[in-house]
């Protein structure tokens, strides 16, 4: 199989430069497993490879989709094999930390019945009146095997759970075990670090995205793409939108690294609970393990 193995673990962990190292030792290509590194323009934010990394190593799915789309992990796995499909001669490496769409490409999609429009209409309402916060308790309320992997600000992963529910009466976890057309299992990496280390890198990283332009980048982004677009979803970007002050930046700034945080915990949570990984300890030379258990197997 052209993918040669998956490297994936929480947001902030280290896998960029790692996956850079790897990527050019097999000379092999990157594809992005990302939900929010996909959209058009929201680079700072997303921790986008910057110029260059892409100088460095050819990237696939990411800074490629117009803001107003949405995204899915069927979209994800059609691009996939779309690529393999026009580039069988080449060797690629999966990265990121979306847990559901590796877990989509090798194991299929799931079996879900066509839900009415009018259900998720209804449901787009109600995240407009009330709430991400509403939306993201009825979702729990529902299914909280998936939500808890979910961010709280993911409104559209937030209504696929409720509308699935409402439609079919059965939870879409339920779904999930139930897939077809899936790839076959594949080698994956799961980095890890001390959880405070991880914590403390997150929270540098914050730091460094609002010195490299995080701010200007929305405020410049908020001029053409509208407020509604799925892409306006990724953590960070409206709540710096909302600051009128620097008291209230600092504020923002802060609740959203505790909110980048919360998301890394639950990603660790899903990768513990749902997939099948090889633990790498990022603090003991992770390159020189990865490629010595790939190339022994």
Known sequence: MPILFALVGATGIGKSNLSLALAEHYDAEIIGV??????????????????????RVKHHLVDFLDP???FSAGAFCSAVKDLLYLNPQKKYILVGGTGLYLQSLMLGLPKIPAVPEGVRRELEIFAETQGADSLYKMAMGIDPELVQSVEPNNVQRLIRVVEV???????????????????????????????????????????????????????????????????????????????????EMAKVIEEVKKKTRNYAKRQLTWFRGQMDCTSIDMENAPLQTILGIFEKN
Do not use: H
């Open 165 to 247: 529910f409402k439609a079919t009466g059965r939870k879409l976890s339920e779904y999930q075990k139930e897939r077809e057309g899936g790839m076959g299992s594949l080698p994956v990496f799961w980095l890890q670090r001390e959880r405070d280390t991880l914590y403390k890198r997150i929270n540098e990283r914050v730091d460094q995205m609002m010195k490299d332009g995080w701010l200007e980048e929305a405020r410049e982004l908020s001029k053409i793409v509208p407020l509604t677009a799925p892409a306006w979803q990724s953590l960070g970007y409206r709540e710096l939108l909302q600051a009128q002050s620097a008291s």
């Open 68 to 70: 107003m789309q949405s």
């Open 34 to 55: 990302d939900s929010r590194q996909v959209y058009r323009g929201f680079c700072i934010g997303t921790a986008q490879p910057d110029a260059a990394s892409l100088a």
